[in-house]
């Protein structure tokens, strides 16, 4: 296998936007340096985002990287990348592969799995539109059935939720490329939610270039928002990509929970997105297994809308430099500080 280094506009986006010119512009503005390469074999181009830890070390990071390449070339692929990226003196090799996962996978000279992901190791993705023509009625008829079909096909306590909020006078909408203000009103309820689960939550800016950098490229950003009154009490930050709209970031105030609000608006999301033209839903992460002790909760709320669990490999690195395992090191004080809300 062979991997040569290309200029960063001749990279082809790939089927996750984490290997957009999108992300890597965003990554830039977070300290990272995007650079792109290519598979000659398979004419397949991903990006490989650079940093620099302290003076004496320099990590990569390749996020979802997946098809064409298979899994049974991943040994190959850690070893052809080593050599690709010689030239810019790394101590490790972080990389996210994009297959569902199974045991075996990486098969795996050269590929050690992390204790630690990046991006989440398991989501749940709800189809849409996939029995939009149906027979009869107007086209709006058409769409009025698969929500009900839709509605039907989430949990019945889940159901019941959703019918309380709407009796609670919750309302919920969705709007794209939010403005200042808008953000300012979805970052305030952030802020009250990292708070009450002791969450890190990026600046404000950090979201503001979100939607700065989509307006010159091809994701969309959106805001799904719940009210109770004139009250935020739920909202989501979303982008959409490639015929699927991912649920970044949200949280709710306790008043919200209280009135089911982000049940509902997340039936109202699937039900607009599909309107908007998206096939699926990626509600981005959930904890491999329903017992996990810090986000059981999370894994019980978002299983039950009717989506596929659909389950990712992980982080995997490779070792370059002798000083790699203290970059783990540090990654493992970093991860135990950040759970006692440090």
């Known amino acids: 296998m062979h991997i040569i280094s290309i200029p960063l506009d001749a990279h082809t986006s790939g089927e996750s936007f984490l290997q957009t010119h999108y992300w890597?512009?965003?990554?830039?503005?977070?300290?990272?340096?995007p650079?792109?390469?290519?598979?000659?074999?398979?004419?397949m181009s991903f990006v490989v985002l650079v940093k620099t830890?302290?003076?004496?070390?320099?990590?990569?990071?390749?996020?979802?990287?997946?098809?064409?390449?298979?899994?049974?070339?991943?040994?190959?692929?850690?070893?052809?990348?080593?050599?690709?990226?010689?030239?810019?003196?790394l101590g490790i090799i972080s990389c996210?592969?994009?297959?569902?996962?199974?045991?075996?996978?990486?098969?795996?000279?050269?590929?050690h799995k992390s204790k630690h992901f990046i991006q989440p190791e398991a989501s749940v993705i709800v189809s849409l539109g996939e029995k939009a023509e149906l027979q009869g009625g107007t086209p709006e008829q058409q769409l009025k059935r698969r929500e009900y079909e839709r509605l039907m096909n989430i949990h019945s306590k889940t159901r019941n939720i959703i019918k309380r909020a709407e009796k609670n006078g919750v309302r919920c909408d969705m709007i794209a490329m939010p403005s200042r203000r808008e953000l300012s009103e979805w970052y305030e309820l952030m802020q009250s939610t990292a708070k009450r689960q002791?969450?890190?939550?990026?600046?404000l800016a950090y979201y503001e270039q979100m939607v700065s950098l989509a307006s010159d490229a091809k994701p969309n950003i959106y805001l799904a928002r719940a009210y109770a009154g004139e009250t935020l009490v739920s909202g989501y930050f979303m982008l959409g990509?490639?015929?699927?709209?991912?649920?970044?970031?949200?949280?709710?105030?306790?008043?919200?929970?209280?009135?089911?609000a982000p049940s509902l608006l997340f039936y109202n999301i699937m039900n607009r997105a599909e309107r908007l033209g998206y096939k699926s839903?990626?509600?981005?992460?959930?904890?491999?297994?329903?017992d996990d002790p810090d986000m059981g909760n999370l894994y019980s709320f978002k299983t039950k809308f009717g989506g596929a669990i659909v389950q990712y490999p992980g982080t995997w690195y490779t070792d370059i430099s002798v000083l790699a395992?203290?970059?783990?090191?540090?990654?493992?004080?970093?991860?135990?500080?950040?759970?006692?809300?440090?």
């Open 24 to 33: 890597a512009a965003l990554k830039k503005k977070s300290g990272w340096k």
């Open 35 to 43: 650079c792109a390469f290519r598979i000659v074999e398979l004419d």
């Open 53 to 89: 830890v302290g003076k004496l070390l320099s990590v990569a990071y390749i996020p979802r990287v997946g098809a064409p390449l298979s899994p049974e070339q991943l040994p190959d692929f850690a070893q052809a990348l080593k050599k690709a990226l010689k030239s810019l003196h």
């Open 96 to 111: 996210e592969f994009d297959y569902e996962y199974a045991a075996e996978l990486p098969v795996a000279s050269g590929w």
């Open 198 to 203: 002791g969450f890190a939550l990026r600046s």
């Open 241 to 260: 990509y490639n015929g699927c709209i991912t649920s970044l970031y949200g949280g709710s105030r306790d008043e919200g929970l209280r009135l089911g």
């Open 281 to 290: 839903f990626d509600m981005w992460g959930i904890p491999r297994n329903a």
């Open 325 to 342: 395992p203290l970059y783990r090191i540090g990654r493992e004080v970093q991860s135990y500080l950040r759970k006692r809300g440090r």
